[in-house]
């Protein structure tokens, strides 16, 4: 760890403060686009209200006051963890949002661990064999997985699995009143993981895959691994020990750049197996026009990301120390 | 440079597809001229079940084919306009941003960035959502989450070019910014992003789909994904009603990211021993 590692952490801090800095502004300015504010919603579910009372109330929230002022104490709130109150649930949003998040972390996190290990496993098996049967037959079945939307895996994989071999849970995150040891309780909600993590990693299982072998061929070429050889490595250990560990580099920045849609296509999968987590907290919060809500779940998203990313950052400077952090 | 696209497998394949697809787009009114929405049938008939239904009919007994025919008009549309519009705002964003460089990069940057940390689909489920969904909000969402990877790219390119030699002769011989950007830089940094255009349709036709299957699709015209949405509750014993758009919607994906897979051998030829 020397000055330059920290310099280039702080200036990487400062660019990421930046970017939330935008998303809240962002946020606001969308929340604005709105047409009607939080009074007229509140005037429509009651229904009896008139301009008077409706006018009170503006004064009582600040609505009513200038644009700017509304957005400096917007920013202010969101600063201090206040993202706002959900009327249709009664509750904070952001107690909403973290007591789905378990849920969604566990669900991308499941997904990112099996994508990168079937992505890379298959994509180095294909370089190995490559341009033989194995190769062609691999590159096939991913140019398939890659142009399957995350939704259509979901349904497929419920259509086979669930209704028709009734094999699997069709959706929840666990069986309803369940009871037993917490063995057991592992082992049923990692039954009923399984469908939405295959169904959002086969899109990813395709990118890191096609990623893994493009960049083991080129390592494959290099001196190091010929050197490698000449001095007596068994196969195994040269593609693991030496050339898996540089080919694995692009995944990992594949994987940074990713993760913010990985919170998109868990939206989509929470959706089609019923999972209780912040992509079916936003889903039931669009069809319930609950605008504070659904901008909540998008500010805590970009949080998480922009950490995960700068974690990855940081990792990748550890994994690669040839990386210019300098610049 | 064409002659190789098309003479490469896979470029025929995506080309032959998405002619198919395209043909089917425009003889939709001439083979089903009472449109998507007619009742033809009884409901939820199978494929086959009745002459002339070749792939049955959904919930309300409308032809599934009839469907998946003006469903190609929506998914191709909104694919096409969409990347327009990002290719628009991507190469304007990032040849400001890698031409003059600065503060107006360090601006245009931070803001790129902050659209690329949002979730994409989350992000155009909330635009569709808050501007209520029509064709136009739907492809303006889709823009707007697909403009962010073309500016980095042109970004990356331009600064490229910039450097080069011709395009400080044009500097010295006096020729305006705006000129020199449109006439030397932009041509000579834009292969790539004609590359990554054919991946953003794929990529703004699965996006318009699962739009739609939320159930935030146009609600005046029928996409493929309006016909998943709709095939959906009675999964468990009609999953052909699902299925059938979606077999459509993964050929024409399919057929784009071969097309552009092509297109970037052709301009690469040196890669393609790989």
Known sequence: MDRQFWTYLGRRAVQSLIIIAIVIVGSFLLLHLVPGDMVDVLGGQRGDMDAELMAALREKYGLDRPV????????????????????????????????????????????????????????????????????????????????????????????????????LPVGGLMTAGFSGSWLELIADVATHLILPVVSLSLFYIAIYCRLAR?????????????????????TYNVIIGHALRNALLPVVTMVGLQIAELFGGALLTETIFSLPGVGRLAYDAVFERDYPLILGVLIVCAFIIILVNLIIDILYTLLDPRVEISR | MLRRVVLSPAGMIGLVVLAIIVGMAISAPYFFPKGPWALVARPYLWPGQKPGILLGTDALGRDIL?????????????????????????????????????????????????????????????????????????????????????????????????????????KVIGMSAPRIILTQVLPNSLSPVIVAAAVLVAMAIITEAGLAFLGLGDPNVMSWGTLINVGRPSIRTTWFICIIPGVFIILTVLALNLLGDAINDALNPHLRRR
Request: with cysteine.
């Open chain 1, 68 to 167: 700017i002022v509304q957005l400096l104490e917007y920013v202010g709130n969101v600063l201090r963890g206040d993202l706002g109150y959900s009327y249709r649930n009664s509750n904070e949003v952001l107690n909403l949002v973290l007591q789905r998040l378990p849920v969604t972390i566990l669900l991308v996190v499941c997904s990112v661990i099996t994508a990168v290990f079937f992505g890379t496993m298959a994509g180095v098996f294909a370089a190995r064999h490559s341009h033989r049967l194995a190769d062609v037959v691999i590159s096939m079945v991913v140019l398939v997985f890659y142009a399957t939307p995350i939704f259509l895996t979901g349904l497929g994989l419920m259509i086979v699995f669930s209704v028709k071999l009734k094999l």
């Open chain 2, 66 to 170: 009839a469907a998946v025919f003006y469903g190609s008009r929506i998914s191709l549309l909104v694919g096409v306009v969409a990347t327009t519009c990002a290719l628009l705002v991507g190469i304007t964003v990032g040849a400001i941003s890698g031409y003059f460089g600065s503060a107006a990069d360090a601006i245009l940057m931070r803001i790129t960035d902050a659209f690329q940390t949002i979730p994409g689909f989350l992000f155009a489920v909330v635009l569709v959502s808050i501007l209520s969904p029509s064709i136009s909000t739907i492809i303006f969402a889709i823009a707007m989450v697909s403009w962010p990877p073309v500016a980095r790219l042109t970004r990356a390119e331009v600064l490229r070019v910039r450097e080069s030699e011709f395009v400080q002769s044009c």
């Open chain 1, 214 to 234: 493009a960049s083991m061929l080129q390592v494959l070429e290099q001196d190091y691994i010929r050197t490698a050889y000449a001095k007596g490595l068994s």
